[in-house]
Structure formats: C-alpha cells, structure tokens
T-cell receptor, first 110, second 113 residues
Framework: DAKTTQPPSMDCAEGRAANLPCNHSTISGNEYVYWYRQIHSQGPQYIIHGLKNNETNEMASLIITEDRKSSTLILPHATLRDTAVYYCIVRVDNGNQFYFGTGTSLTVIP | GAVVSQHPSWVICKSGTSVKIECRSLDFQATTMFWYRQFPKQSLMLMATSNEGSKATYEQGVEKDKFLINHASLTLSTLTVTSAHPEDSSFYIC?????????FGPGTRLTVT
C-alpha cells in the first residue's frame, strides 16, 4: 500500500519554480523517497530519488526534511511540458514493487 | 535507463475474447518485470510481479486465472487478459526493474466492447 500523501492538484506559472510536497510520516529508516511523473496517457518517468540528503539532477531537486517525514520536489523553472501527475513513492532501495499513491496533478500555466 | 516497449499500444476487443499484451525490455535483461493497471483519473495499481522462468506473483484481489502472465525470457513478459469484459477496459503498463529504479513502458490501452 502507498505510504505517502500528496495534494491532489497544484498550479504553477510558467518559468517559476514548482514545489511539490509529499508526506511520508511512517517512512522506515531504510526506505528511499522516489519521484516519478506521468504525462497523460504515457508510462511514468523517473525523476529523482534520495534517502536523507538533498539530491539534485538535471530535472529537479529533492529536499528531504531532517526527520524524513516529508519531502519536496522542486522543478526550478517549470515549463508547459512539465504538466503531469507527479507521484511520490517510498520504497526500500533495491526492493521490488513500487506502490503508487494518488499523486499531484501539476498544471503549468502560461 | 532501460528502454521498455509495449505492443500493442491500443487494442479493441469484443467481450469474451482474450487479448495478449507484450512487454519488451529492449536494451536490458530483466529478471523481474511488473504489470500495472490504471483506470481513468486513477493512480497505477500493481497487478503482479513477473519473474523470468517462474510463476508470477499476484497482488491481493487480482485473479491469476484471468490475467495470465508469462515471462519466458529476460526481455519479454506477456499479459493475457482472458475472457475480457468491459470492466477490464483500462490502461495496462509494464515496468522493468533496473537496479534501484523502475523503467516503465508506454502503456497499452485496452477497450472491451
């Protein structure tokens, strides 16, 4: 079962940073936080993942609170192509299944 | 990351018939693949874990006799929806486990009339 909660929807102005929150208050010490996104009628796309340190790649930054009970995905300069459903998932690293929660539908507005 | 394809991308079939969906890992040998189902405006629901050379593991509530999974090689897993009904109409997505990540296919839209 999904162990995360996310707001159902968010809007963001094009060119601005999009900050997507995720609560995972029951996360275990060996569970990582993963972020995927799904553009309409496509398969999910990997964005980023982390354990406890903040992570950054070419797509986004992941900020994890010190107590690891929540995290924020940051898209630094949102574009219209970033409109998608964003899923936050917790999973033991090198584990098997991903269980998806309800995700956040992000709409980037021109 | 791994490239995953699915075939067909969409299919329409009549109620009572069976439909086979293929999932291929194009550049990666996958001992484990996963099958998900997604209804409109809902999240992805894991159906089963497909293991190369052995029986699939099904999630609770998923009928293994209705959704037949075969993972005969390291690059191919198939999902057969047997005796399909309109309520089986959905978006079926497979994924490949690659290290710590999963790589998803583009999905197959099944419509049962």
């Amino acid at each position: 079962d999904a162990k995360t909660t996310q707001p159902p929807s968010m809007d963001c102005a094009e060119g601005r940073a999009a900050n997507l929150p995720c609560n995972h208050s029951t996360i275990s010490g060996n569970e990582y936080v993963y972020w995927y996104r799904q553009i309409h009628s496509q398969g999910p796309q990997y964005i980023i993942h982390g354990l406890k340190n903040n992570e950054t790649n070419e797509m986004a930054s992941l900020i994890i609170t010190e107590d690891r009970k929540s995290s924020t995905l940051i898209l630094p300069h949102a574009t219209l192509r970033d409109t998608a459903v964003y899923y936050c998932i917790v999973r033991v690293d090198n584990g098997n299944q991903f269980y998806f929660g309800t995700g956040t539908s992000l709409t980037v507005i021109p | 990351g791994a490239v995953v394809s699915q075939h067909p991308s969409w299919v329409i079939c009549k109620s009572g018939t069976s439909v086979k969906i293929e999932c291929r890992s194009l550049d990666f040998q996958a001992t484990t693949m996963f099958w998900y189902r997604q209804f409109p405006k809902q999240s992805l629901m894991l159906m089963a874990t497909s293991n190369e050379g052995s029986k699939a593991t099904y999630e609770q509530g998923v009928e293994k006799d209705k959704f037949l999974i075969n993972h005969a090689s390291l690059t191919l897993s198939t999902l057969t929806v047997t005796s399909a009904h309109p309520e089986d109409s959905s978006f079926y997505i497979c994924s490949v486990r690659g290290g710590n990540e999963q790589y998803f296919g583009p999905g197959t839209r099944l419509t049962v009339t």
